[in-house]
């Protein structure tokens, strides 16, 4: 079965700092990784995805994740946080056969001034 | 550029009632999914369409069913509703069933059941 894990219930960082935010695979076979992030009542935004190529994959509003097969990681980063950036982070991995999309438990980003 | 279009954006029921939530699919997209997301968990998988078929079945209760119609736009019907099926409902589509497609969410549907 694939999952993926996000072992940080809650991030906080200062303004200006960098940030990542951690999230681990299990998946048999090449995966298919994505972020996505929720702002309060609200859809979740497509932040970025790797599938194959570079490890490093640069997506919007600023933030990169890196791959690391041998870790079985995909984190989240961004060189320079800002207080725009509370929100709920998801990362996802794609089910191959039947196109799910399987998200971890969240991790709630706090930025503060 | 064109996004998952949900209705209604609120809903409230009473227990036992029924209800009914739409969603639009950006256009060309053939693929359809729902979600359910209760409060402060993540987004659980109930169920998929791809070109009207159902493609997957996850944790969607046998109260619940749902279809994709020709024009793709796709419903969730849910009935005899329990206060646990308070929660947002999320549909999100993309194209082709695609692994290496991204998915686009609506804006979800927050049902409330009194």
């Known amino acids: 079965a694939q999952s993926v894990a996000q072992p940080e219930d809650q991030v906080n960082v200062a303004e200006g700092n960098p940030l990542t935010v951690k999230c681990t695979y299990s998946?048999?076979?090449?995966?298919?990784l994505f972020w996505y992030v929720q702002y309060p009542n609200r859809g979740l935004q497509f932040l970025l995805k790797?599938?194959?190529?570079?490890?490093l994959v640069k997506g919007s509003y600023g933030f990169e994740a890196e791959f690391n097969k041998s870790q079985t990681s995909f984190h989240l980063k961004k060189p320079s946080a800002l207080v725009s950036d509370s929100a709920l982070y998801f990362c996802?991995?794609?089910?191959?056969?039947?196109?799910?999309?399987?998200f971890g438990t969240g991790t709630r980003l706090q930025v503060f001034p | 550029a064109a996004g998952v279009i949900q209705s209604p954006r609120h809903l409230i029921k009473e227990k036992r009632e029924t209800a009914t939530l739409k969603c639009y699919p950006i256009?060309?997209?053939?693929?359809v999914y729902w979600y359910q997301q209760g409060p402060g968990q993540d987004p659980q998988f109930l169920i998929s369409f791809y070109e009207k078929m159902q493609s997957d079945k996850g944790s969607i209760p046998d109260r619940f069913s749902a279809q994709q119609f020709s024009d793709y736009h796709s419903e969730l019907n849910m009935s005899s509703l329990e206060l646990g099926d308070s929660a947002l409902y999320f549909c999100?589509?993309?194209?082709?069933?695609?692994?290496?497609?991204?998915?686009?969410f609506g804006q979800g549907t927050r049902l409330t059941v009194v």
């Open positions: 256009p060309r997209h053939d693929t």
């Open positions: 996802a991995v794609r089910d191959v056969l039947r196109g799910k999309l399987i």
């Open positions: 790797y599938i194959t190529g570079d490890n």
């Open positions: 998946v048999s076979g090449n995966p298919y």
């Open positions: 999100a589509s993309s194209l082709e069933l695609g692994r290496d497609t991204e998915a686009f």
